[in-house]
């Protein structure tokens, strides 16, 4: 599986940006599928995840209410819906794939996407 992640930008404060993660190559409705973010000097963080038929979310605590992850398997895209930004979300945004939730965990990931930055100015 291929990711691509694209959407990233400069946004102000308490505005919004769409993220998008599309996959070529192996059954994209096989994988769950997450996004993970890293800021300069800081590991990388687990943001949201979703399972493979879309049922099943997941959210770190410091974006719960704020942002939203979706799919459609049709498209082989994953989406991150990301509201009321914030400064402390400015980070590189990575998209992933695993078949198991437990990888999510881990940072055990099947496969990882190169990121998209993201921005976010007073």
């Known amino acids: 599986v291929q990711l691509q992640a694209s959407g990233g930008g400069l946004v102000q404060a308490g505005g919004s940006l769409r993220l998008s993660c599309a996959a070529s190559g192996r059954a994209f409705s096989n994988y769950g599928m997450g996004w993970f973010r890293q800021a300069p000097g800081k590991e990388r963080e687990f943001v949201a995840a979703i399972s493979w038929s879309g049922g099943s979310t997941r959210y770190a605590d410091s974006v719960k209410g704020r942002f939203a992850i979706s799919r459609d398997n049709t498209k082989n895209t994953v989406y991150l819906q990301m509201n009321s930004l914030k400064l402390e979300d400015t980070a590189v945004y990575y998209c992933?794939?695993?078949?198991?939730?437990?990888?999510?965990?881990?940072?055990?990931?099947?496969?990882w996407g190169k990121g998209t930055q993201v921005t976010v100015s007073s």
């Open positions: 992933a794939a695993a078949t198991k939730w437990s990888q999510f965990w881990d940072f055990d990931m099947d496969y």
